[in-house]
């Protein structure tokens, strides 16, 4: 069974930056993509950034150029480096991995919150 783990999340000013971490373990044969959603109280969980084994990334419009996402597959780890926070990415961050033969798994999920 493959399980994932976030770390990260937390308070932070309008401006600041943070950094989420999330490592996968068990029994993992082949990374196919990693990445970060979230999801505020009444609305769909959404995609923020993925990154794949090869290190393809694509990213929401609204993150573009303030969020990076990154990964180092000896760990089985991806990261999301978060700067210029704004108080709408307030979010619970969930990290998302795929793996073996297509196996989807998910984190329990990280608070971020930007407030002054």
């Known amino acids: 069974q493959v399980q994932l783990v976030e770390s990260g999340g937390g308070l932070v000013q309008p401006g600041g930056s943070l950094r989420l971490s999330c490592a996968a373990s068990g029994i993992i044969f082949r990374i196919v993509n990693m990445g970060w959603y979230r999801q505020t109280p009444g609305k769909q969980r959404e995609l923020v950034a993925g990154i794949t084994s090869g290190g393809v990334t694509n990213y929401a419009e609204s993150v573009k150029g303030r969020f990076t996402v990154s990964n180092d597959n000896a760990k089985s780890t991806v990261y999301l480096q978060m700067n210029s926070l704004k108080p709408e990415d307030t979010a619970v961050y969930y990290c998302?991995?795929?793996?073996?033969?297509?196996?989807?798994?998910w984190g329990r999920g990280t608070q971020v919150t930007v407030s002054s």
């Open positions: 998302n991995a795929i793996v073996n033969r297509g196996t989807n798994v």
